[in-house]
């Protein structure tokens, strides 16, 4: 078994290691790419043609929480095991996700897992990108799909609503830190979607997802982490919410601070979406 100092099974994993264990009959793999209308790709048609062998693909806008108008909220429970088990993926399997733009959708399914109560998932570092890079065959067909039961805990810790991360701002007692470029969170920037005011949450550090990452779209060491934390005025004493613009990035920001060893963080679901549409919710711009 190949191992690097990277590999841990319940936040990341290396090309290295998910390929030694390719063969493991507990082992589950995920294609959760999942892309902005503006990149201009298709995450269905791109699993399709190329994926990892044995690969199911997540569709994070379908296994999500039609009844909200946010995007791709987190599903309720029993949405989330019927359609697990519809995947052929229950409890006692080992699962790693990855995406086709390197890490940037796969952390929100990670998040997902986890909030469902199960630990044994892993983001694939660098995804399919890095996957190829490193010379290891994809395929375009199908996995041979079994039901498996899911037993399924929600823990509502990991997620935070609108009236509670409010009151985290009005409050101080959490960090908020906001996983959108530069420039959004200023608010010198349109937000995609429309109808949205520009600017964050008041109190809101600015943590770029990019900037968690390497050249070749693999994380940073958790102390290269903990530094862009640090740089950034973020207190890691405190509990910490995470932020985005619907979700997706906020997870990044959330498996980085798992792998530095914080345990006390949860995601604001909503996030930008939600708090951008509501005029009467507090917002500020410029720099933190």
């Not at 590999?7 to 264990?21: C, E, F, K, Q, Y």
Request: aromatic share 8%; net charge negative.
């Amino acid at each position: 078994m190949t191992m690097t100092a990277a590999d841990d099974p319940r936040t990341l994993v290396s090309t290295d290691w998910l390929a030694s264990h390719l063969r493991d009959p507990d082992l589950r793999i995920f294609d959760a790419s999942w892309y902005m209308p503006d990149m201009g790709r298709n995450a269905v048609a791109e699993y399709e043609q190329a994926h990892i062998p044995g690969a199911r693909f997540f569709d994070i806008d379908d296994i999500s929480d039609h009844r909200s108008e946010l995007p791709h909220m987190a599903p309720p429970v029993e949405k989330f095991m019927s359609r697990m088990r519809a995947l052929g993926v229950g409890d006692g399997h080992q699962v790693v996700v990855y995406d086709g733009a390197g890490l940037f959708s796969a952390a929100r399914v990670w998040w997902l897992f986890r909030l469902m109560g199960k630990k044994d998932v892993a983001v694939l570092d660098g995804g399919l990108p890095k996957w190829l890079a490193d010379g290891h065959a994809v395929t375009d067909t199908p996995p041979t799909i079994r039901d498996r039961h899911m037993t399924v805990t929600r823990q509502n810790l990991l997620v935070r609503d609108v009236t509670e991360v409010a009151r985290a701002a009005k409050l101080g007692d959490h960090v908020i830190i906001d996983a959108r470029a530069p420039e959004r969170f200023r608010g010198e920037a349109p937000e995609p979607r429309e109808g949205l005011r520009t600017g964050h949450i008041p109190g809101s550090r600015n943590v770029f997802f990019k900037d968690l990452l390497n050249d070749d779209g693999t994380m940073k060491s958790p102390s290269a982490l903990r530094t862009v934390f640090h740089d950034a005025g973020v207190d890691l004493q405190k509990p910490a919410i995470t932020t985005c613009g619907s979700g997706v990035t906020a997870a990044i920001l959330s498996l980085a601070l798992e792998r530095t060893g914080k345990t006390d963080h949860s995601l604001y679901d909503g996030s930008w979406s939600e708090w951008g549409m509501y005029a009467d919710l507090p917002l500020a711009t410029g720099a933190a």
